[in-house]
T-cell receptor
């Protein structure tokens, strides 16, 4: 089946630094990808929708300057958390839309900001 | 966006069937019903989906009410590996966004 490879699986960074998370679609082209954030014991919260070659669409309350999304190719989308702070510590998950319907999800990235 | 309502948690004994309910009273005619599950520290994985008719696959069965305002995910024989959070999601026509509800945390007892 269609697989999205997400890296890194976990990362620890210092407060004030930036972290990049990558999601690659394997064996298929992902025109549309989504980024979610999940806090412990909570559900997934959609952060943004990215379409290849165009600007991402952010959900209400998500800072676009803090969470930079790039979807420059049909197989790669990246999320960069800029100037990370401890409150950005979370589990970040990407997903890709499949044709004709359904989605496949990455394995997630656990970000810890110290 | 059409919303779903699920019980926060359920328990089942190993080797017994499990029925996970989902209410979606505001579903529209073109919304598909999707079920995903999430194991600890992993991304969600696809379980099953349907539109109007009941569906079966290797993992589970999906029973959809005639009025489509509710559905039930059926795991025929729960195993310890089925312990996860199960999400019932409606695909939102036109926007293709998945909006996750709270899901049901399934605990399987040995």
């Amino acid at each position: 089946g269609a697989v999205v490879s997400q890296h890194p699986s976990w990362v620890i960074c210092k407060s004030g630094t930036s972290v990049k998370i990558e999601c690659r679609s394997l064996d298929f082209q992902a025109t549309t990808m989504f980024w979610y954030r999940q806090f412990p014991k909570q559900s997934l919260m959609l952060m943004a929708t990215s379409n290849e070659g165009s600007k991402a669409t952010y959900e209400q309350g998500v800072e676009k300057d803090k969470f930079l999304i790039n979807h420059a190719s049909l197989t790669l989308s990246t999320l960069t958390v800029t100037s990370a702070h401890p409150e950005d510590s979370s589990f970040y998950i990407c997903s890709a839309r499949l044709n004709p319907d359904g989605y496949t999800f990455g394995s997630g990235t656990r970000l810890t900001v110290v | 966006d059409a919303k779903t309502t699920q019980p926060n948690s359920m328990e089942s004994n190993e080797e017994e069937p499990v029925h996970l309910p989902c209410n979606h009273s505001t579903i529209s005619g073109t919304d598909y019903i999707h079920w995903y599950r999430q194991l600890p520290s992993q991304g969600p994985e696809y379980v099953i989906h349907g539109l109007t008719s009941n569906v079966n696959n290797r993992m589970a069965s999906l029973a959809i009410a005639e009025d489509r305002k509710s559905s039930t995910l059926i795991l025929h024989r729960a195993t310890l590996r089925d312990a996860a959070v199960y999400y019932c999601i409606l695909s939102t026509s036109g926007t293709y966004k998945y909006i996750f509800g709270t899901g049901t945390r399934l605990k399987v007892l040995a």
